[in-house]
C-alpha cells in the first residue's frame, strides 16, 4: 500500500472514531437525562436577615424516591422542590447531609413522572484520561450537557470524620452556578461522581472542576442517615475561643439557623454581625456550642461520637444543647421529632 493511500485510511479512520464517538454520547445523553433533577430550594433564616432566599442546583436520582445532590446546594433550606426533565415538580427533604463532604441525600414524596434511575458506578475504576459527561442546570439552563476529561484525583483527611479520607474527582469538563450537585457520569453512563466546587479567580469556571467520588455516596447510602440540623456553623481553633472567651478549647461558632428547623426548634440564636477574622467573613454574635447531648464540642472529632449519640435516641426522647450566649452558660432542652432526617 502506498504511502498516499496509507494517510488517507488513517485519516478515515480518525473521522469515523470520532463521529461515533459523538454518536454514542448522543444516544447516552438522551439514556441518562431522564434520571437528572434540577434542585430549587428556598431558604428562610433566623437571625438579623430573615429575608427568603432562593436557590438552585442540580441532583440525579438513585433510588425510586432518593436524590443525590451536594450539601451546599440543601443544607440549610428548608423548603426544597426537584424538577424532572418532564417538568414534575416533586417536594423533598433532607435525609442526610454531611458538608464536609459535600454531599447530601434527599428523600422525595414520591418519583417524578417520566423520570429514571441512574446505576452508580466505581469510581475507584476512573483513571485521569477517562472521559465523562456531567448534566445539569448552569445558569439554570436545565439539562445542559458538558463534556471533558478526569484530570486529577484530589484526596484529603476529614478532621471531623476521625480516619475518614474523602475522594474528589478533578475535571475539565465546563462547570457553572445551577451544575452543583449534578451528576458525572462514566461512558458506561454510571454515576462517578456528585459536582461540587470549582477553583476559579472569577467565580466563572476556568478549567478546574471537583466532583465527590460515587464512591462516598455508596458510603454514605450504606450508613444509617445522618443528622440534619437546620444550622451552619464553623469550628473556633484555640486562638478563636480565646477572643470569644470560649471556657473551653474550641466550640461552634453558629453562624445561620433555618426557619422551623430542629435548630430552630431548640432555639439556637444565628449571627448577628458580620466580622472578619483572620481572613475569614463571618457571622458573630449568636450562640458558641459548647456540648451537644453530654459530649463536648471541644474537638472536631468529637463530633463523630455526638453523632452516634444522637442516632441512639427514640423519637419523643429529650436531649440537651450547651451554649455560651452573651458571656453567659445556657442549656436549651429539645425533642427528638419523628421526621425523616430532620430527628437533629
Known amino acids: 500500500m502506498s504511502p498516499i493511500y496509507r494517510n488517507t485510511l488513517v485519516v478515515l479512520l480518525i473521522v469515523i472514531t470520532r463521529v461515533t464517538s459523538a454518536q454514542d454520547l448522543s444516544k447516552l445523553f438522551v439514556k441518562l437525562s431522564p434520571s437528572v433533577v434540577v434542585v430549587t430550594t428556598l431558604t428562610t433564616n433566623t437571625g438579623p436577615d430573615p429575608s427568603a432566599n432562593a436557590g438552585l442546583g442540580s441532583g440525579v436520582l438513585i433510588k425510586d424516591d432518593l436524590v443525590a445532590t451536594a450539601s451546599h446546594v440543601v443544607h440549610t433550606a428548608n423548603a426544597i422542590t426537584v424538577m424532572s426533565q418532564s417538568g414534575d415538580e416533586v417536594r423533598a427533604e433532607v435525609l442526610t447531609s454531611i458538608p464536609a463532604l459535600d454531599l447530601a441525600i434527599l428523600k422525595l414524596e414520591r418519583q417524578p413522572e417520566s423520570s429514571s434511575v441512574a446505576k452508580l458506578g466505581n469510581s475507584d475504576k476512573m483513571e485521569i484520561g477517562n472521559q465523562i459527561m456531567v448534566i445539569g442546570a448552569p445558569f ?99 486562638e478563636s475561643a480565646g477572643i470569644f472567651n470560649v471556657p473551653q478549647s474550641t466550640g461552634i461558632l453558629v453562624q445561620r439557623v433555618v426557619r ?62 450547651k451554649v455560651l450566649r452573651q458571656g453567659k452558660i445556657v442549656i436549651l432542652n429539645g425533642v427528638v421529632a419523628n421526621i425523616p432526617g430532620k430527628n437533629f
Open 140 to 238: 439554570g439552563l436545565a439539562h445542559s450537557l458538558s463534556i471533558g476529561h478526569i484530570s486529577g484525583r484530589r484526596k484529603k483527611a476529614l478532621v471531623a470524620g476521625g480516619n475518614v479520607e474523602i475522594e474528589f474527582l478533578q475535571t475539565d469538563a465546563a462547570i457553572n452556578q445551577g451544575n452543583s450537585g449534578g451528576p458525572m457520569f462514566n461512558q458506561k453512563g454510571e454515576v462517578v461522581g456528585i459536582v461540587s466546587f470549582i477553583l476559579s479567580s472569577t467565580g466563572m469556571f476556568s478549567g478546574l472542576g471537583f466532583a465527590a467520588s460515587s464512591n462516598m455516596v455508596e458510603k454514605l447510602l450504606s450508613q444509617n442517615p445522618s443528622l440534619w440540623s437546620g444550622f451552619e456553623g464553623i469550628y473556633l481553633n484555640e
Open 260 to 321: 422551623e428547623s430542629p435548630a430552630d426548634r431548640i432555639g439556637l440564636l444565628a449571627g448577628k454581625h458580620k466580622a472578619t477574622i483572620e481572613g475569614q467573613e463571618i457571622w458573630i454574635g449568636g450562640d458558641i456550642i459548647l456540648e451537644i447531648h453530654g459530649t463536648s464540642c471541644s474537638d472536631p472529632q468529637d463530633f463523630n461520637l455526638i453523632k452516634r449519640n444522637l442516632e441512639t435516641l427514640d423519637v419523643g426522647s429529650s436531649y440537651e444543647i
